[in-house]
């Protein structure tokens, strides 16, 4: 079979599996629900070309074409973060799995790239990067073959770059020692990126000589680099130097095969059949054959303690979801020493209002949880077979990790605690205790819609692969807008309270809430074996697909 037969019967095999899917009416939501986070990310990237053009035409009738380069960074970061922060949209197909099939390495190949350019970043990138194109030609429409070749060329970068950082990032999930470093280097990625603006800020005190030459320095390494190198190639045309914007040209392809050559390499490995599995054949019998017993908690029966030590297990394996539970102190600090900071000149809303403090914290501690709550069994994958063969009911099962989500929730909100207290003062017990009292209302809601939503949209989260950490798009639609409404009740509440200076109201409502709250979770949880009964084909055929 040729190489275009072979592509036709994937494109075949993809679209009868897209049909077959929109027979169960769990996918047609899910359908629907693409489209709409489609339609609204096809909004922001009409508006963003829109921007962009304008700013392009801008520069150029202003006389000012290199700073085109600072387009096209935009351009090239957002390319490249945004299926790194919003992995809810990498739901696509692995194409590893092609490599069963007897399929040539130029089909694999190409598959592989045709993936990528069907990503929403690419979407976006390239509707972006059209705008830029629209501008420049609006101003200067002798400039449209130049600007078309180097914009083209700039996209063909991106899309391999995208492609290559997936790669190698996947290759170094694929075994422990690798993935851990990883989720320490992701870790600190993330924290880092907070601390922009207090950075930002300190830079702005230095004298005009430094910073004139940290600019000058950063303007160097940028010119080199394939945006800024995309940028000089279009001023350099307009002044004209005809030379120097083909040499910016050529500098620019070879980042380009560079890049293809990196993904040829780590395609080829796979191609050839790499395997990085960790299991390895023991050489010898332990020594200590003992028999290892699980956590013994008190007042915990012993199925209860086992799936709670289980829940706390697969949290500690996974990076993204430590760096949820550390991210509400980590905010509180940018907030205390970033823009927020009551020092800074007009402060925000907790430097305005320091009593609110540990209520946003606690608000947003819960809203950290909301991806591990809503797919409970996402991390339990082909282990779900045995909650179905074990003699323990599901209303257990459930229970014991929404009280693993409880006593995370009840530690995050003891850490804010401490931490307002140090930078803000401690809250008063009025404060406190509405708040408390709000979470008692707010957090049994969102267990409750949690459990309903891990049965009937569950997806299953791969710790060694980089995407496909998060819920199925339409759980994470009808979490949103659940969540919007819960914590939009719990500050209406707050802020009717705050206006007539008495939180012992906010706590009374509040109180009288989560008594509705929790009768409503104690009837979700006496129905979860009769809900998980009902969708356990769903629920294995999700979860145990290979």
């Known amino acids: 079979m040729n190489m275009r037969n072979q592509l036709s019967a994937i494109a075949g095999l993809r679209w009868r599996m897209f049909v077959n899917s929109l027979r169960t009416p769990r996918e047609q939501m899910e359908l629907l629900s693409r489209m709409l986070l489609g339609l609204a990310l096809m909004i922001g990237g009409l508006g963003g070309a829109i921007g962009l053009g304008a700013a392009a035409s801008l520069m150029i009738s202003e006389g000012r074409p290199e700073f085109l380069a600072a387009l096209f960074w935009f351009v090239f970061i957002f ?39 069907f990503d929403p970043a690419t979407a976006v990138g390239s509707l972006w990067a059209f705008g830029i194109l629209l501008g420049i030609t609006y101003t200067k429409p002798a400039l449209f073959p130049w600007a078309l070749l180097v914009i083209l060329i700039f996209c063909a970068f991106n899309v391999l770059f995208m492609q290559v950082v997936f790669s190698w990032i996947e290759r170094w999930l694929a075994q422990r020692r690798t993935r851990e470093i990883m989720g320490v280097l992701f870790l600190l990625l993330m924290l880092s990126m907070q601390l922009i603006g207090p950075v930002m800020q300190r830079f702005e005190k230095r004298t005009r000589p430094e910073m004139s030459g940290l600019f000058g320095v950063v303007v160097g390494v940028q010119a080199v680099l394939p945006p800024g190198l995309a940028g000089d190639a279009i ?24 890049v293809c050559y990196f993904l040829h390499v780590r395609l080829r490995a796979q191609y ?86 540990f ?81 008692l209302f707010a957090a049994p809601l969102t267990l409750a819609a949690g459990n309903v939503l891990s049965i009937y949209w569950p997806k299953r989260i791969d710790f060694s692969s980089f995407r496909g950490q998060r819920p199925s798009q339409t759980g994470a639609l009808i979490t949103v807008v659940f969540e919007l409404f819960v914590v939009g009740i719990a500050v209406s509440v707050f802020l009717l309270a705050r206006r007539y200076a008495s939180f012992w109201i906010a706590a009374l409502v509040l109180l009288l809430l989560a008594g509705v709250s929790i009768s409503i979770y104690k009837l979700v949880l006496n129905r979860m074996d009769r809900l998980v009964r009902r969708q356990q084909e769903a629920l294995l055929a999700e979860l145990c697909r290979a």
């Not at 332990?286 to 012993?302: E, F, I, M």
Request: proline share 6%; with cysteine.
């Open 359 to 439: 209520p946003a914290m606690a608000a947003y501690t819960l809203l950290m949880l909301t991806n591990l709550v809503c797919n409970s069994f996402g991390g339990d994958g082909g282990g779900m077979q045995f909650y179905f063969a074990s003699p323990v009911d599901f209303q257990q099962i459930v229970l014991a990790k929404n009280l693993t989500h409880a006593s995370i929730l009840a530690l995050e909100v003891l850490l804010a605690w401490i931490v307002v207290s140090y930078f803000y003062g401690s809250p008063g017990f009025g404060i406190a205790l509405a708040t408390l009292a709000g979470l």
């Open 79 to 117: 390319w490249q973060a945004f299926p790194i922060l919003a992995t809810a949209f990498g739901t696509g197909p692995d194409s590893s799995d092609l490599l069963r099939f007897p399929l040539s390495y130029r089909a694999y190949f190409l598959v592989r790239m045709g993936y990528g350019a």
């Open 235 to 258: 001023a350099q045309f307009l002044y004209p130097q005809v030379g120097a914007a083909f040499s910016s040209l050529v500098l620019l392809c070879a980042f380009v095969l560079a």
């Open 272 to 357: 050839r059949g790499e395997n990085l599995s960790e299991a390895g054949a023991a050489l010898a019998l332990p020594r200590d054959r003992s028999l290892r017993l699980g956590w013994d908690l008190p007042g915990l029966a012993s199925p209860l303690a086992a799936v709670f030590e289980k829940e706390v297990r697969y949290i500690l394996r996974s990076g993204p979801m430590l760096l949820n539970l550390i991210m509400p102190v980590f905010v509180l600090l940018i907030f205390r020493f970033g823009a927020a900071n009551p020092g800074q000149r007009g402060g925000g809303f907790l430097s305005r209002a320091p009593d609110m403090a």
